[in-house]
C-alpha cells in the first residue's frame, strides 16, 4: 500500500491511499487546484481515484469535495448519519453519494469506519486495509479512548492528531473562552500529551509508525508537538527512530509517501 497525507490541520485535509488495484482519497479540505497538484507530485491523475471518503462535515475536511467529484464521478463514501448535511453542502449528482453503516470494500481495500467524539453531527476515523497491510486515520479525535484503540491497534501506520499545546491553547488571544474550552474538550481535539499516551499504547500494541497530524497553527508548533511526545515516549523507555518511527503531517504541502506492506510492523 503507498499512502501520503496531502494536507492535515484547519485549513485543509486530505489523505492519498493507493493499493495494488485501488485509489483513494480520504476527506478534501483543500482547493482542486492544490489536491491536483499535489496528486501530480504522486504522478497520480484525480480521474484515477476510485472513491473519496468522508470523515466529518466540517470544512476542513470537505471544502473541495463538489468541484472534484463533480468533475471526474468520484463516488463518495459517507456514514449515513450525515445523509442529509452533506446533500445540502456537497453539491453534486445524489447517485454520487454512498452511504454506509458498517465497514465496505472498495476495490481490493477493506475499509472500517469507527466512531469518533468530535463535536460534529458525526465523525468517523478508518483503517484500512489491503489484505494484512492496515494503515489508519484517527484525527479529529477530542478523545483517544478504548473503543478507538481497539479498533486501529494493528495498525503499521497511524495518522494520529496532535493538535494544541494546552499554555499556548489558552494563552492565544483570539479565540473565545468557549472555543478554548470546546478545543481542550474530549469531544474537541488531541493534545500533544494525549497523543503521546495514545502513540505509547500503539506502540505496545504493534504499531512501529506514526504521523502526527491536524496540528494547530495557533496553539501548536511541529517542533513542540514532537518534542512533546518523543519527551513522554522517552519517559517509559520507547526511543523514537529506535523503537518507533514518528513523522508530520504539514498543512501547506504534502508529506512523506510511505509503502505499507504486511511487514512494515518490524520497524
Ligand atoms: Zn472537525
Ligand atoms: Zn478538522
Known sequence: MRICNLASGSKGNCTFIESKHTKILVDIGKPFPYIFSTLGELSVAPEQIDAILITHEHIDHIKGVTKFARSYNTPIYAHMSIKEILYHQIKVDPNLFIFYENDFIIGDLHIQPFPIPHDSKCCVGYKISEEDAVVSICTDLGQFNDDTFEVIKTSALVYLEANYDPEMLMAYPNYPPFLKRRINSNHGHLSNLSCAKAI????????????????????????????????????????????????????????????????????
Open 200 to 267: 505509547e499504547r500503539l506502540y505496545k500494541s504493534g504499531t512501529r509508525l506514526v504521523v502526527l497530524s491536524h496540528i494547530s497553527e495557533h496553539s501548536n508548533t511541529t517542533n513542540l508537538a514532537v518534542g512533546t511526545v518523543a519527551n513522554y515516549l522517552e519517559s517509559k523507555g520507547i526511543i523514537p527512530n529506535q523503537h518507533i518511527k514518528l513523522d508530520i503531517a504539514h498543512q501547506e504541502h504534502r508529506g512523506t509517501i510511505f509503502r505499507i506492506t504486511p511487514t512494515s510492523q518490524k520497524f
